[in-house]
T-cell receptor, first 115, second 115 residues
Framework: AQSVTQPDIHITVSEGASLELRCNYS??????LFWYVQSPGQGLQLLLK??????LVQGIKGFEAEFKRSQSSFNLRKPSVHWSDAAEYFC?????????????FGKGTHLIIQP | KAGVTQTPRYLIKTRGQQVTLSCSPI?????VSWYQQTPGQGLQFLFE???????NKGNFPGRFSGRQFSNSRSEMNVSTLELGDSALYLC??????????????FGPGTRLTVT
């Protein structure tokens, strides 16, 4: 069964500073990887996804993520954060075929932006 | 194109009662998945319906059930509510037309409180 670990429960970053949110996954085959963002009282919005090919993927709102198979990681980055980026961020892995086909999510990282 | 809608947005029920939540997917989407989000367990996959058939199921007791109608709208039902069922229930729809992994679009969720 697949699993996702987000080691940082909370991260505080100053506005304008760079950001990196960590995600490690466990899955036996090529994973389908996702980053979602959730603002208070809202559903989940897809930031970006990785299926195959180029290991550096670009997403919406200026976010990017890098897939590193050797480290089983899919870290999310942004060069300069804005106050509106404060939210909960979830990394997820999807498995195709057999058993539960839904997304497996990490526990999330709560991002706080300092003025 | 309208997004995924969920009704009601908020619900308060008493332990032992049953509840039905509704989800209307994006027009043209035939797959609907349900997730439970709690502070302790995070986001967990409940089940997925595709063309009125349950295609996948997560690890939840039989008190949790669902169905999908011919117009792709879906309902989930929880019988004999327990305090631990208090959660945000999220619905996600996808087109699932042969893509590597269909992108899931989430609704705003239904906040269920069991007292």
């Amino acid at each position: 069964a697949q699993s996702v670990t987000q080691p940082d429960i909370h991260i505080t970053v100053s506005e304008g500073a760079s950001l990196e949110l960590r995600c490690n996954y466990s899955y036996g085959a090529t994973p389908y990887l996702f980053w979602y963002v959730q603002s208070p009282g809202q559903g989940l919005q897809l930031l970006l996804k990785y299926f195959s090919g180029d290991t550096l993927v670009q997403g919406i709102k200026g976010f990017e993520a890098e897939f590193k198979r050797s480290q089983s990681s899919f870290n999310l980055r942004k060069p300069s954060v804005h106050w509106s980026d404060a939210a909960e961020y979830f990394c997820a892995v999807g498995a195709r075929g057999g058993g539960a086909d839904g997304l497996t999510f990490g526990k999330g990282t709560h991002l706080i932006i300092q003025p | 194109k309208a997004g995924v809608t969920q009704t009601p947005r908020y619900l308060i029920k008493t332990r032992g009662q049953q509840v039905t939540l509704s989800c209307s997917p994006i027009s043209g989407h035939r797959s609907v998945s349900w997730y439970q989000q709690t502070p302790g367990q995070g986001l967990q996959f409940l089940f997925e319906y595709f063309s009125e058939t349950q295609r996948n199921k997560g690890n939840f007791p039989g008190r949790f059930s669902g169905r999908q109608f011919s117009n792709s709208r879906s309902e989930m039902n929880v019988s004999t509510l327990e305090l631990g069922d208090s959660a945000l229930y999220l619905c996600a729809s996808s087109s699932d037309q042969g893509q590597l992994y269909p992108e899931q679009y989430f609704g705003p969720g239904t906040r269920l409180t069991v007292t």
